[in-house]
């Protein structure tokens, strides 16, 4: 089909199809391809405001025997560096964060098999209990899967029991590429598209709501971005369980990966996907800039290629630290971040309700 | 691929660019406010796609900032020491000399005003880079620095300016512009020299044949207002000298540098933000594209916006993005993020992301390599927009267009960086080796109106007068030179002009072509009496048309490619056929046609090789290898 007709059917409201994509992802112009994302992220969010979430991603242990090659904040056992924190000291962590305002705890940590899934277990219940200012948004899908394999649980039944403990939503991160072509390469012990998919689909079937992101920038091919967009598409058809799509460009510093990439993803390419998953993924009701990894200014731009959320306010990280990459940032920022960009922000919570509108005489 | 408007206030401004009308104060503040920035950014990049194509300039350069000592110390600067501070310094020539490589192409000097410099040791400077590195261009010097120099060594700003000049120096950079308005110069820049002082030096520039570049500093008290007055009073100056090579918005760079930003300013008064947002960045860009119509270039300096939004502003109206940079203390001590030197390789990377063609050029903007594929050439005058106009981006099989002076097009392509374009006759039949020619052409039935000697004299009375010759293609030139020697059998020296910055007056004739000749065709060139259509001269001689330029491509091109490239041509061609007034209609108007001049201008040309054109070729090259005088 000619690149015009696939424009004309997008503007429409028209599902497109791999082909499609990838006839879009190669050819389209930058600001075409914006203009086009714009049509949908206005169709679905017709308001001139941007979400943000005030929240904190701090890791309980950095002991990992997944070795990911694009990973630069593991450690082995007993390898210098390493450390696991007690449920207790986490719950002190999650206090100091819910006093300065945060109201998301996205926890993740390596895969560690010497942890017993009672702790798990047990950081969920007392964050609910303890904690309850914040909302745990905890473990990835590598985890969820470590902890099958530790307690000899199913995965269905290891969700189950986090459910009960109280968790409702999981982060979307561990997909990297969904392609077993490329993770054989980056991730070979990480567990093939399918296993993340499958942790997803259980989830989303219990009930769980989740993000699904996407890491580019690596060993890639465009079809396997297509590719990528099109498993979790046909997922979101079934029950609906992804909140928004996020997403960010590999950042080679201090990984093994390094050494083939060596240059980050161009700003151009991060626009460009952007708005491409804002078209494909015509079932996902928000994507998100991730002003973190490709920069606060280009998350400024990224507001107008599609995305409708800022992402979060990453009041404590260290995975990306690790690789010398690193982005702060205040809540008095962000709020200007998006005002600046154009927009009205509106803090919500990790289920995108609404929190609370900042009007331009409100700003910090 | 069609517009469409979130923000229907911009549906007007774009009525009035596409049909290369100017903007206003209102419609500029119309762009400052809008949210729809994917709009403002389409249109800009359109009107940056009619000056430049695909283009996106860098340059091979070395910034050097001969000292850091100022007599003056302005709120905002980081940079300036003291004599006799720690870490004020002071370069000898013999220093400066020795940061300069011989692959750099231009060289960027500006630095603070000692109190105890001899005038001498400017100009030693300038002349030393010359002679030791005649391929690096000399850029040196602000008007703020060249008002000193008049001040201080009591030399008008014109003598201060013949002095450099004929030391080696070429151009000029456009830096204490700040922004042109009292109000701002009076808080925050009272020591500089304000509009009129600034504008003063750089027309000087410009009539003495020194180009020069102009600027803006964005992001810090001033309004919007203010900032459209600024580039509006150099839109004027512009349309005074057409001197001005680019303009460069340069975000302002807070760091500790004391000026807190306060309210009712552009940048919405913040207190705890650092540095001009990133939309901010990409409207300056884009706006000052749109107003300044008669500006031919828009730099993102990377330096300053961070590589990111450098790139991106490439499809937001800009189409040069600076060099390779190698010292750059002003913005560097004030706290900007960039790395100190992007390579080469990094530039062109920016460049190649952001779908464009990286061209390195030199200080005036010819381009010197071309680092892509699928490069097509195009002769930026009115004459070849019946080839182009009509090219349909998805339909062109992924062709890029470069617009180019005929002489530099045969120049990328005899380096094998084009894979066709519309060549000028005489590099066609220096490259005939490695070029197929395909069956188009730009050849006159009787006259042509764009090859034109304005003369003072008849064309026995130039016999031993200088001839001021464009150095933009040679067939022209080859033209005059035959009918000269062999027509009117009379010898000139010829003499190399740069259309636009040179003085005409100092020569009793010169030969201009294109869009330059086309308007002094119609509005005269003052003190040139007669005017001479090489053309008419021919065919009244020869009684044969004349071929200008020829459509050929790369011997090595595929089938499959040239097929496309044909295609292209020829359907273009076709529909453009049809109306030749509309679709010359905004070009045209830009150097002061009517659309039935245009028309009546475009139909004078027949754009298809027949019998009669290949004659004419036959007949012009045997009278080319007769000729014994060589021009
Ligand atoms: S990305 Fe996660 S699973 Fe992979 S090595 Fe790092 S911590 Fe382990
Ligand atoms: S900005 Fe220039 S003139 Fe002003 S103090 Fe700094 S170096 Fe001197």
Redesign the pocket.
């Known amino acids: 089909m000619k690149l015009l007709d696939i424009i004309e059917e997008v503007k429409i409201g028209k599902r497109i199809n791999r082909e499609e994509g990838l006839s879009l992802l190669q050819k389209v112009e930058l600001l075409d391809f914006g203009e086009l994302a714009n049509e949908i992220r206005y169709r679905k969010n017709p308001k001139q405001q941007v979400t943000f979430v005030v929240d904190t991603n701090p890791n309980y242990t950095n002991i990992?025997n997944?070795?990911?090659i694009f990973?630069a904040?593991?450690r082995h056992p007993g390898e210098a560096g390493e450390y696991t924190y007690s449920v207790d000291e986490m719950i002190r962590n999650f206090k100091t964060a819910a006093a300065n305002g945060v109201t998301t705890v996205l926890l993740q940590g390596?895969?560690n098999p010497a942890l017993p899934f009672d702790y798990y277990l047990e950081l969920v219940k007392r964050t609910i209990e303890e904690v309850p200012e914040v909302h745990p948004h905890f473990f990835?899908t590598?985890e969820i899967i470590g902890m099958s394999q530790a307690s000899e649980f199913t995965i269905q039944e290891v969700l189950r029991k986090l459910w009960d403990a109280g968790l409702r939503t999981i982060p979307g991160g561990?997909a990297e590429i969904l392609s077993d072509r490329v993770k054989k390469k980056i991730?070979h012990l990480?567990g093939t598209s399918d296993d993340w998919l499958n942790v997803m689909l259980e989830a989303h079937k219990i009930g769980y709501k989740t993000t699904a992101t996407m890491m580019y920038g690596h060993l890639e091919t465009d079809e396997d971005i297509i590719e990528h967009l099109e498993v979790i598409r046909q997922l979101q058809d079934e029950y609906h369980g992804f909140t928004a799509f996020i997403p960010w460009s590999f950042k080679p510093g201090n990984t093994p990966l390094h050494k083939i990439i060596p240059t980050y993803a161009s700003s151009t390419r991060y626009l460009q996907i952007l708005a491409l998953s804002r078209i494909y993924l015509d079932n996902f009701d928000h994507i998100q800039a991730s002003w973190f990894s490709e920069g606060k200014k280009i998350g400024q731009v990224a507001l107008h290629f599609g995305a409708d959320d800022f992402g979060g306010t990453l009041y404590e990280e260290n995975v990306h630290a690790e690789a010398d990459f690193v982005n702060k940032t205040t809540v008095a920022e962000v709020i200007q971040l998006i005002q600046d960009s154009g927009f009205t922000p509106v803090q919500r919570d990790t289920l995108y309700n609404t929190l609370k509108i900042f009007e331009k005489a409100e700003a910090m | 691929m069609t517009f469409s408007f979130r923000d229907k206030q911009l549906i007007p401004i774009w009525r009035k660019l596409q049909h290369g009308e100017r903007l206003s104060l209102e419609d500029g503040l119309v762009l400052f406010k809008t949210n729809d920035i994917i709009a403002l950014g389409k249109m800009a990049n359109f009107v940056q796609q009619q000056k430049s194509g695909y283009a996106v300039y860098f340059v091979l350069n070395q910034k050097i900032e001969h000292t850091n000592v100022c007599v003056l110390s302005c709120k905002f600067c980081d940079f300036a020491k003291k004599k006799g501070e720690p870490d004020a310094y002071e370069m000898t020539t013999e220093n400066i000399l020795a940061h300069i490589t011989p692959e750099i192409r231009e060289v960027h000097i500006t630095g603070g005003m000692p109190p105890d410099w001899k005038w001498e040791r400017y100009l030693d400077i300038v002349r030393k880079i010359h002679e030791k590195f005649p391929e690096a261009d000399v850029k040196a010097y602000t008007a703020v620095e060249i008002d000193f120099f008049h001040k201080k060594f009591k030399l008008s700003i014109e003598e201060v300016l013949k002095q450099l000049q004929s030391a080696g120096l070429r151009t000029m950079p456009g830096g204490g512009a700040e922004i042109f308005t009292e109000r701002v110069r009076k808080l925050l820049f009272p020591q500089k020299i304000g509009a009129k002082g600034y504008l003063e030096v750089h027309k000087t520039a410009h009539k003495l044949g020194i180009p020069t570049n102009c600027t803006m500093l964005y992001g810090h008290i001033e309004t919007l207002e203010e900032r459209l007055i600024h580039m509006i009073k150099l839109r004027e100056a512009q349309d005074e000298t057409g001197g001005f090579l680019s303009f460069i918005p340069l975000a302002f760079q807070p760091g500790d540098t004391g000026i807190s930003v306060g309210d009712g300013s552009a940048s919405g008064g913040k207190s705890h933000r650092q540095f001009t947002s990133a939309i901010d960045d990409l409207k300056t860009i884009a706006v000052s594209r749109l107003m300044l119509d008669n500006i031919s270039h828009i730099k993102a300096y990377w330096v300053m916006l961070t590589e990111e939004v450098a790139s991106v502003a490439l499809n937001f109206g800009a189409d040069d993005i600076d060099g390779t940079v190698g010292q750059e203390r002003i913005a560097h001590d004030a706290g900007a993020v960039s790395p100190m030197k992007l390579a080469k390789d990094q530039i062109i990377k920016i460049i190649k992301d952001a779908g464009k063609i990286p061209v390195e050029r030199d200080a005036f903007y010819n381009p010197l390599n071309v680092y892509s594929e699928n490069v097509i050439g195009k002769i930026p005058y009115l004459n070849s927009v019946p080839f182009y106009h009509n090219r349909e981006k998805s339909a062109a099989g992924g062709f890029k267009i470069l617009p180019v002076a005929p002489r530099r097009m045969g120049m990328l392509s005899k380096q094998g960086q084009l894979d066709a374009g519309l060549f000028s006759l005489m590099d066609y039949f220096e490259q005939e080796e490695s070029l197929e020619l395909l069956p188009w052409c730009i050849a006159t039935r009787d006259q042509v109106k764009s090859v034109m000697l304005f003369s003072k004299e008849g064309w026995a009375g130039l016999n031993g007068k200088k001839i001021g010759i464009t150095d933009e293609t040679a067939t022209s030139v080859q033209l005059l030179s035959v009918l000269l020697e062999n027509k009117y059998r009379v010898q000139v020296i010829p003499e190399r002009l740069h259309p636009g910055v040179n003085d005409y007056s100092m020569f009793d004739a010169v030969l201009l072509i294109g869009d330059e000749a086309l308007k002094h065709n119609k509005i005269g060139l003052n003190g040139f009496e007669l005017v001479f259509d090489l053309a008419k001269e021919w065919y009244d001689w020869q009684k044969l048309p004349f071929v200008f330029a020829v459509w050929a491509c790369r011997k090595a091109l595929s089938g499959e490619r040239r097929e496309e490239l044909k295609e292209m041509i020829s359907t273009s061609l076709e529909k453009s056929e049809v109306n030749l007034g509309i679709i010359g209609y905004s070009h045209g108007k830009k150097i002061g046609l009517t659309k039935n001049e245009t028309k009546e201008y475009l139909e004078g040309f027949n754009y298809r090789l027949g019998e009669q054109e290949r004659k004419a070729m036959m007949q012009f090259r045997k009278l080319l290898e007769q000729k014994e005088i060589k021009i």
């Open positions: 990992c997944i070795d990911c990973c904040f593991y390596g895969v990835s590598s561990g991730s990480k």
